[in-house]
């Protein structure tokens, strides 16, 4: 079946940072693969998609490229800020089926 | 554009009691999801209406859990009789048939916690 696997959890690190949050996947097919981002009190926001191998989705700073030889979509951002501090998931989208969500990274930017 | 609204935005209840949750979704979006997002782990999908028809309820409990999607606009998700287990926050999202099915729009969720 159709999974996604995120590193775990929280992640702290301070203003101006670089950010990496792994993701990898396993899914049968092409799949859609997305990013998500929840800031606190509030529901989940598409934050970048890309559809096909080698896409790469970007939005507001962020990046991810999807890597289908190592069937990955790491988020990366250059420079980190208090205000993205969220919980940020990665997901898949197979043609014909529903969303499969990672569990989700929790982070956290200190000034 | 409103976004979805969901109501309440917390519970707490006894395990064995019941509850309802209400979700407005976008005006004119023909399509909505109800998600159970448990602490620690990504949302999953409970039910997915087109209109007021259910499209999938494979991951439904439905011996305990229930939806419907009265008119085709607002729907109601009920837990009964409520398990410990079931403490979780439930997403509702909704999505236009005019959209790709990837577009969908998420409101901000009803913190259930089970005593």
């Known amino acids: 079946g159709n999974s996604v696997t995120q590193m775990e959890g929280p992640v702290t690190l301070s203003e101006e940072a670089f950010l990496t949050i792994n993701c990898t996947y396993t899914a049968t097919g092409y799949p859609s693969l997305f990013w998500y981002v929840q800031y606190p009190g509030e529901g989940l926001q598409l934050l970048l998609k890309?559809?096909?191998?080698?896409d790469k989705g970007s939005n507001k700073g962020f990046e991810a490229t999807y890597r289908k030889e190592t069937t990955s979509f790491h988020l990366e951002k250059g420079s980190v800020q208090v205000s993205d501090s969220a919980v940020y998931f990665c997901?898949?989208?197979?043609?014909?089926?529903?969303?499969?969500f990672g569990p989700g990274t929790r982070l956290s930017v200190l000034p | 554009e409103a976004g979805v609204a969901q109501s309440p935005r917390y519970k707490i209840i006894e395990k064995r009691q019941s509850v309802a949750f209400w979700c407005n979704p976008i005006s004119g979006h023909a399509t909505l999801y109800w998600y159970q997002q448990i602490l620690g782990q990504g949302p999953k999908l409970l039910i997915q209406f087109q209109n007021n028809g259910v499209v999938d309820d494979s991951q439904l409990p439905k011996d305990r859990f229930s939806a419907e999607r009265l008119k085709g606009v607002d729907s109601t998700l009920k837990i009964q009789p409520a398990k410990l287990e079931d403490s979780a926050v439930y997403l509702c999202?909704?999505?236009?048939?005019?959209?790709?099915?990837?577009?969908?729009?998420f409101g901000p969720g009803t913190r259930l916690t089970v005593l």
């Open positions: 999202a909704s999505s236009s048939l005019r959209m790709r099915a990837d577009t969908q729009y």
């Open positions: 997901a898949l989208l197979n043609y014909g089926q529903n969303f499969v």
């Open positions: 890309a559809t096909k191998a080698d």
